[in-house]
């Protein structure tokens, strides 16, 4: 499956926020002046500002700035709130995080083959990881999830591309965003530590059959 792979870079960018960087990436230009921070979570794009619009057909799962669901990570961030005020458990926590992930990969692979452009988006190890990244075991589980998804679609022949909005760096226990996100791809294209807004226009060359 994997024939490229690399880290990305956030040059240009000041900080790693989720929706900035997938707004980013969708529409190939830094959103980060364009998204407040205090209304950030609402932020949605419409197709004809993305890549999506060389797609006569696609589906986008949970992609944040386009298809968040908006309350499924509202939940999430409440109780991440409250497990800092005390008031919640990293259990309580946890359980939610991993409900909203068993939804989104059901809807994944329900679409997996369907459309011409199928994006997911997978925020396990994120979420997971800002209350545990430091605890090795917990994460190794995490991880082997997210491999078991890229297992499941790695013979396929189509255009496979996975790539992270940023990295993760310990913090004690917990966890923090870091600039050292990555991606993979199952075609070798060359790339050398790509800006998250370049895969624009990769994406854009898909739609029009550059790369098979």
Do not use: C
Not at 15 to 37: C, D, H, Y
Not at 82 to 96: A, C, I, P, Q, R
Not at 124 to 146: C, Q
Not at 201 to 206: A, F, K, Q
């Amino acid at each position: 499956m994997q024939k490229e792979y690399g880290q990305t870079s956030l040059k240009g960018f000041n900080q790693e926020r989720t929706i900035v960087l997938w707004a980013s990436f969708l529409t190939g230009k830094n959103m980060e002046k364009e998204i407040p921070i205090k209304t950030q979570w609402t932020f949605q794009l419409q197709p004809e500002q993305t890549f999506l619009k060389f797609f006569q057909k696609y589906k986008a799962i949970d992609l944040p700035s386009f298809s968040y669901k908006q309350q499924n990570h509202e939940e999430e961030r409440k109780l991440l709130k409250g497990y800092f005020e005390d008031k919640v458990t990293v259990e309580e926590y946890e359980s939610l995080i991993w409900k909203n992930h068993e939804e989104n990969k059901k809807d994944f692979f329900k679409e997996l083959g369907k459309t011409p452009l199928l994006i997911g988006y997978f925020n396990l190890a994120d979420a997971i990881g800002h209350l545990s990244f430091g605890l090795t075991e917990k994460m190794a589980i995490v991880y082997n999830e997210l491999d078991k998804i890229a297992e499941e679609v790695k013979n396929s022949e189509d255009f496979i591309l996975i790539v992270s909005d940023h990295g993760m760096k310990a913090v004690g226990r917990y966890g923090d965003h870091s600039r050292n996100g990555f991606y993979s791809l199952n075609r070798a294209l060359g790339l050398n530590l790509p800006e998250i807004t370049s895969f624009y226009n990769i994406i854009r060359g898909i739609a029009e059959n550059e790369y098979f």
